[in-house]
């Protein structure tokens, strides 16, 4: 089981990797969900939604690992063997 209450990364720079990985995540679905968007209202838009969905959770992501910031004197865990 994945303790939810600790970050685990090697550094601040860790971090800061996996948050701009996660931002460029966010854009893609923005992206996709755009070129999904239905020019007719009323029309079938369950991908649009969908990609739009993703995007959102990201960035809820990316907004809970900015909470979790690291400061000088902070212990960082790195996984064990098994991850």
Do not use: N, Q
């Not at 800061?16 to 999904?36: D, G, N, Q, T, V």
């Not at 209202?41 to 809970?64: C, K, N, P, Q």
């Amino acid at each position: 089981m994945v303790d939810i209450k600790r970050l685990t990364v090697e550094s601040d720079d860790d971090r800061l990797e996996w948050i701009e990985l996660l931002r460029k995540c966010s854009e893609y679905h923005r992206e996709i969900a755009e070129s999904f968007r239905p020019e007719i209202i009323g029309a079938d838009d369950m991908v649009y939604r969908i990609h739009t969905a993703f995007a959102h959770a990201i960035e809820d992501s990316i907004y809970l690992i900015e909470m979790w910031e690291i400061s000088e004197g902070d212990v960082i865990s790195s996984p064990g063997p098994a991850g």
